[in-house]
């Protein structure tokens, strides 16, 4: 998609403040500071449009950007990030849980996690909620991010390695290398988002307040 427009539409902690528009949405997950804003601007061909940090745990709310006007692209706060308080960590667990499960606009989501790394716990936890049963066959796009700092050579290894930690299924997702730096994967990534953006299914487990359709 070329994108000419983009707007910093709202941030969210519950159900009540979502957008009302009726247009699908496309979730980010994944650790702090794995790169979630930064794949968002590296999409969205800006900048510094979402927040990047240095400093993790930097996003708190559900923030809802809006694309050309056709989709909304869902920056959730990253999981994992130990200097947050418990209480924080629950309050985050509560409103993620109510939007992954619940939310009727979202068509899929794109799960980042770092490419030179195994999976952490939090990561494989996260990949299989969200291919789990109660999710409904909601898509996932798993993303290996920061391929730039792997040598090209070591790809193939990494996403063998990846998919295996995560025991990753081609029934349920898909997989994707990925990098901010250089940009490799845009193409593939806006694709994979497109494509959910055209399926109308609905993936909510459970009713929540109406949304208008269009
Ligand atoms: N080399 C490289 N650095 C990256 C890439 N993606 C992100 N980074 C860097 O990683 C750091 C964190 O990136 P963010 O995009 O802020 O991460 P985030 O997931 O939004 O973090 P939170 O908002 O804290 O959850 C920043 O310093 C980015 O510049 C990438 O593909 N390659
Ligand atoms: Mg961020």
Redo the contacts with the bound molecule.
Sequence with gaps: MEVHNVEMVMSAVQPSQYPTDGLPEIALV??????????TNTLINRKAF??????????QTLNFYKVENQVFFV?V??YG?AKVSKSAREKFQVMIGEYLEKRQALRGVVQ?VDARHAPSREDIEMYHWLTSEEMGGLPVLVVA?????IARGRWNKAEREIKKTLQFSDQVSDFEM????TKYGKEIVWEWIEARMLDGTDFSVDDDTPETSN
């Design positions: 994944g650790r702090s500071n794995v790169g979630k804003s930064s794949l979402a927040r990047t940090s240095s400093q993790p745990g930097k996003t920056d706060p990253g990030y980042l991010t920061k391929a730039d700092k990925f990098s901010s730096e």
